[in-house]
DNA sequence: AGAAGTAGTGCAATCGCTTGCCGGAAGGTT
DNA sequence: AACCTTCCGGCAAGCGATTGCACTACTTCT
């Protein structure tokens, strides 16, 4: 291994100023760079960034935990999506990401946890998004820097950036509106989740804005899954007036609920939207209409945020709310006679 | 920050008993090490990782680089379903992952390079499988442990994990015979890939030991995407004797592919079949018979291998392949008259 | 001409932990 | 009783960078 003192010494100047020229922040004369700089292209001399964490106090590294439980993991493209996006970002500004999986959300306070008391990390991104997390108490309480993703907390001084969720479900609700549905149901994900409760609420308000009746029955949840979809979609068919159109919260229980009535031959008679545009749904028979989250935006502008922080650039919390995109297909795009 | 001298102060020994503790290595008397272990509680100590890495010479991490262009990103579930595998091992054996997403192959060189110059990372897990690699060349130059995963070369002496690709192709080929095929073409990937390369030798032997005929005109090569695969067909289809099946290497293009023929009404004329067992393959109309890869364990193994040669349990490289699996679904499930 | 700046480098402490080596105490041998 | 082992645990030297401070030449000012 070649370090900083064999650099300075082929340079012959002392190791400081070698860490100098390359932090390109003093004032070192022209010609000692030059030299410098000669000397690490002739030693490939590459600092090591593990004494450079240690010395510098920061570790140039954001962590991330990815919470999944195996059956749910493939169901749909939201983390690659969003890494891809939380990637890009990091990889412009010189951050390391340090990514953690684990399966079940329990488990993820404990993997985030150790990453920071061990820091190993300068700063981390949180994507469960339980409706009250005792994770983030922690965070704060040690006030190291976080973002939240796919979830919003107006009542916390805290980063996050999310889609408009309760927009969402108005979209959703105000194009089968349009398509002549009265007899409007919701298949919704698990109750806790920050993404239900918002999207539900879009849901309702635009119902009730149009003046349709909320009603009650026309309302179940399920898992974020196929089966779950399959379910839902089931109870509903099986009510005395069931919902002429359906809205699921999200893309694999809407794929679901098409099982559900291709099973019953009911496919032109209930509409579904679903949410999140995952690729596939645009090929399944009907082909899914949906609502499109920008997630790679979600996981690029929490990066952004994150860093910015870390780099003293903002000082605030910082809170973003992306737009997300309604996608009409087969599923959707027929009249209600 | 609480230090391991803070701990040790309080425990009334030296740093280095703590850290002998910590480590659990070396003989300390029962009571010291309760007394450590104490203080280390109340004091809510965390070793710093880094300054462990420094002082230990090993970061306990490795890297993985993912060279996905954006396009492709979201086709396919490998990536995430490899990376859980991955994660899952390294989770079991405090290995922490730090991940680094490039656009195009030709980053991933660079990316690579970084991380283990930098000695950010103590092994790599490699999953372009380009035939040659100057990259692979500079790792083992330089004496750095890595993996390759999804890629089997057998003149080197260096780790992998593979599927047999060639029994995919095979199984593919047998099952369609099996179903009266006679004429069956082949979609393939770029054909510089090995997985191009492999899956096709399958596809041929089969042919051959079947007594039929290679027919270069009902062999094409296409991007990884639906659009490859639809316009794969779509030669295909335009031939004089077109074939009655058609394997394809990968399912993205097989869903292309079976788009080509919905459009032609010929879904029940020209079998296709797979490769992945994307999960929504099993949604779509007709449902797709793909031959299923172990990703997650094809992942989880890399990992494994990396970590007992980094542990200095095993010797020379480890050459390992995992088995495929046959899913018949619709889109084949019929005999040619 | 002497004082006061300023630019360009080097010295050495420091980051928090690991580990080779050494020494004291306790117990076992002749 | 003198001598060896064995067991525990401390000392201090690293690991490879960063950075505050000091020091030496020059300029520049009065």
Chains 1, 2 share one sequence.
Not at 61 to 86: C, D, K
Not at 114 to 133: A, C, E, N, P
Not at 166 to 175: F, L, N, P, T
Not at 199 to 210: M, N, P, Q, S, V
């Amino acid at each position: 291994m070649t370090t900083i003192r064999d650099v300075a010494k082929a340079a012959g100047v002392a190791p400081s100023t070698v860490s100098r020229v390359l932090s390109g922040s003093s004032r070192i004369s022209p010609a000692t760079q030059e030299r410098v700089r000669a000397a690490v292209a002739k030693l490939n001399y590459y600092p090591n960034a593990i004494a450079r964490s240690l010395a510098g106090r920061a570790t140039h590294t954001i962590g991330i935990v990815i919470a999944r439980p195996a059956q749910q993991a493939l169901a749909n493209p939201f983390f690659p999506e969003l890494m891809r996006g939380v990637g890009t970002c990091l990889q412009g500004r010189n951050y390391n990401l340090l990514l953690s999986m684990t399966g079940s959300p329990a488990e993820e306070r404990t993997a985030c946890m150790r990453m920071v008391h061990h820091r190993q990390v300068d700063g981390v991104i949180l994507t469960s998004s339980r409706t009250h997390d005792r994770l983030i108490d922690e965070l704060m309480a040690e006030e190291f820097p976080f973002v939240l993703v796919g979830r919003a907390d107006d009542q916390l001084p805290v980063n996050w950036v999310n889609n408009d969720n309760a927009a969402v479900g108005a979209m959703a609700v105000e194009h089968l509106i349009s398509r002549g549905h009265r007899r409007i149901g919701l298949i919704a994900g698990p109750p806790d989740l920050t993404v239900t409760i918002d999207r539900r609420r879009g849901f309702e308000e635009t119902l009730a804005r149009a003046g349709l009746p909320l009603t009650p029955k026309h309302q179940v949840n399920g898992a974020f899954t196929k089966e779950g979809g399959y379910r839902g979609m089931g109870q509903l068919l099986s009510q005395p007036e069931p919902p002429t159109a359906v809205f699921c919260t999200d893309d694999a229980m809407a794929v679901g609920a098409l099982m559900a009535l291709k099973e019953r031959d009911l496919v032109r008679q209930v509409a579904v939207v679903g949410v999140n545009d995952d690729p596939l749904t645009a090929l399944i028979d009907p082909s899914l209409t949906t609502v499109r989250i920008p997630v790679f935006e979600l996981g690029n502008t929490a990066a952004q945020i994150l860093v910015d922080q870390l780099r003293g650039v903002v000082q605030g919390p910082r809170q973003v709310i992306l737009p997300s995109q309604l996608v009409v297909r087969e599923s959707t795009n027929w009249t209600l006679a």
